[in-house]
T-cell receptor
């Protein structure tokens, strides 16, 4: 099935540092979504992107829909301990009913 | 704000036993989904229901059945549980089958021994 490659798989950073992660696909998507999952919880939507080149922010988080429509990027500025969790990208092709999820980036923040 | 509610939260089954995971959403969404999450695999779609009265296979449907009972409820059934079905299961919903964001329940941790 369709696969999204998400990198890095895990990150250990210090509080206050900026974080960058990305997601790439072999297929073109027309929607990119970024989710965060806290331990023991379901994923929660962070940012939704609907147009190639779109740059959208949500507080300290900024995500971009790649121009090629085959990739997306998420940046977190000035990380804090509550940023800890797993971040997932998800993409949708055309008007398909299904979303394809990346394998996740596990973020650990140290004081 | 209940959103997407799924039960049970935790379950241990013996190999061969059957069980049903229940899911309900109170957002009047048309589309509902069941995913499983395994370490290093991300979220994989088991089955989905684009609208009331329809169900379709996802990426990993083998060993599962679903029922879209009404617009609110979408259940996932394991007829004969296998250790390979040990996983965390997430129900999700969204307003339309395309173009809108998807909302997840809190997950059901299933262990098959």
């Amino acid at each position: 099935g369709q696969q999204l490659n998400q990198s890095p798989q895990s990150m250990f950073i210090q509080e206050g540092e900026d974080v960058s992660m990305n997601c790439t696909s072999s297929s073109i998507f027309n929607t990119w979504l970024w989710y965060k999952q806290d331990p023991g919880e379901g994923p929660v939507l962070l940012i939704a992107l609907y147009k190639a080149g779109e740059l959208t922010s949500n507080g300290r988080l900024t995500a971009q829909f790649g121009i090629t429509r085959k990739d997306s990027f998420l940046n977190i500025s000035a990380s804090i301990p509550s940023d800890v969790g797993i971040y997932f990208c998800a993409g949708q092709i055309g008007t398909a009913s299904k979303l394809t999820f990346g394998t996740g980036t596990r973020l650990q923040v140290t004081l | 704000n209940a959103g997407v509610t799924q039960t049970p939260k935790f379950q241990v089954l013996k190999t061969g036993q059957s069980m049903t995971l229940q899911c309900a959403q109170d957002m009047n969404h048309n589309s509902m989904y069941w995913y499983r999450q395994d370490p290093g695999m991300g979220l994989r779609l088991i089955y989905y229901s684009a609208s009331e009265g329809t169900t379709d296979k996802g990426e990993v449907p083998n060993g599962y059945n679903v029922s879209r009972l009404n617009k609110r409820e979408f259940s996932l059934r394991l007829e004969s549980a296998a250790p390979s079905q040990t996983s965390v299961y997430f129900c999700a919903s969204r307003l339309q089958a395309s173009g809108n964001t998807i909302y997840f329940g809190e997950g059901s941790w299933l262990t098959v021994v």
